[in-house]
């Protein structure tokens, strides 16, 4: 069963709701997808990790066999080649590693290299199996990393929870394509409900089920929770705004093993989202 957790921002609780579920089903995989900024580390700790270079295959040209045709930069319409000087300059950060100039070059003067773009790892936590990544300085994009993480993740059988990075944009996609059940993670605020609405487009264009977790609740108007009313969006749980779970969360403490109340919380919420998987019928 895939579970993604997601929202249109960052800030929201996608590692709180993510790592507390992980620890609430004692036997489950965490992946940490913003491989940006990752942080389920700082919660899970996780022991004995592996670590997989990822790469990706930039062009390389001969300038022996190159006659300066022109016809790869004319091709790259990411704005990756430049010529200059009568030959094509690669500039590495902006190619997309399409391959599309290495097949058209007539003069097969360009072969491919590989490019270091970041990591992935995997380790233990516990009885919670760990994967994560990170994206090297001045990279553009950590898809490369997401399909590292997931072909590692191929194997799991059990419950995987994608810790999915903020808003709605290509790495989200990326991270919630194969998931079973999406869980959109809001605060009670205009902002939030604005943000709300972006991701709730997305699970819809994608067709996923979900339903939303309201984190920070106060007892004062909710603009998420009203959206979901008005929307007819199921509302999985609430997560009360509590100044020990900010305290506990500060120090890199998981709250489901800290406090009885929130294992609670989270047994509750995990079990409510296995109740809807079953229900669409996804798993
Ligand atoms: S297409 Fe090949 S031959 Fe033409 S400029 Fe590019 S590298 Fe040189
Ligand atoms: S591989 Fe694609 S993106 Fe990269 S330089 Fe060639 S055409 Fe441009």
Redesign the pocket.
Known sequence: MKIAVLSGKGGTGKTLVSVNLAVAAVDAAYVDCDVEEPNGHLFLKPQELETTQVTVPVPE?DET?????????DFCKFNALAFIKNK?VLFPEVCHSCGG?VK????K??TEKAKEVGYAEKGLSGSIRFYGGTMKTGETSGVPILRELFQMTKEEEGLSIFDCPPGSACMVMESIKDADYCILVAEPTIFGSHNLSLVHELVKVFKKPFGVVLNKCTEVENPSETFCVEHGITILGKIPFDYKLGALNSEGLIVAEELPEYRGLFTRLLGRVKEEVTLCGNC
């Open positions: 040209v066999l190159c006659n300066g045709c022109r016809v790869c930069v094509p100039c058209l070059c007539p003069q003067a360009m």
